[in-house]
């Protein structure tokens, strides 16, 4: 699948970068640095100041939320249809642990103030906090 980067000055496709299969979801850094586009497969990162895919990284299956922890130091991917979460390591685009939460984690958010990832189960509506966070040691 392609995505379309569109200058809004002119409103023209001022380039296109080839994503996963079904994007569905897209999450910029907080920094700016990346854009996270989920699809079938996991996630497909991109250069935002290149707007060229730098990594394809292959989480469980389902429709994916991505939230970044303190300083965009990790990546949380929700996957529906494991079960699970993915911790990615942003500065090595690397899985670094597989979190199985149970149910159908879908929408992920990181509180700094708590040091804690949330998931809310898209099929029962329990809120979990169990996904363990730490900041990761590889820097960009």
């Known amino acids: 699948m392609k995505s379309r980067w569109v200058d809004t000055a002119i409103w023209k496709v001022a380039a296109t970068s080839r994503v996963g299969r079904n994007p569905v979801r897209v999450v910029l850094q907080q920094d700016g640095r990346y854009l996270w586009v989920g699809h079938d497969g996991g996630v497909s990162v991109i250069d935002a100041e290149r707007r060229a895919v730098v990594q394809e990284i292959a989480t469980g299956a389902g429709r994916h939320d991505i939230a970044f922890g303190k300083s965009d130091y990790e990546a949380f ?3 529906p249809a494991e079960g699970t979460v993915s911790v ?3 500065g090595a ?3 670094v642990a597989t979190v199985a939460v149970g ?3 879908g929408a992920i958010a990181y509180s700094p ?7 809310a189960d898209a099929k029962n509506g329990v809120i979990s906090s169990s996904i363990p966070t730490r900041v990761v040691s590889s820097r960009r």
Do not use: E, F
Request: aromatic residues 6%.
């Open 77 to 79: 991917v929700s996957n």
């Open 88 to 90: 990615i390591d942003v």
């Open 93 to 95: 685009l690397k899985t």
């Open 103 to 105: 149910g159908s984690p």
């Open 113 to 119: 103030l708590a040091r804690a990832a949330y998931v």
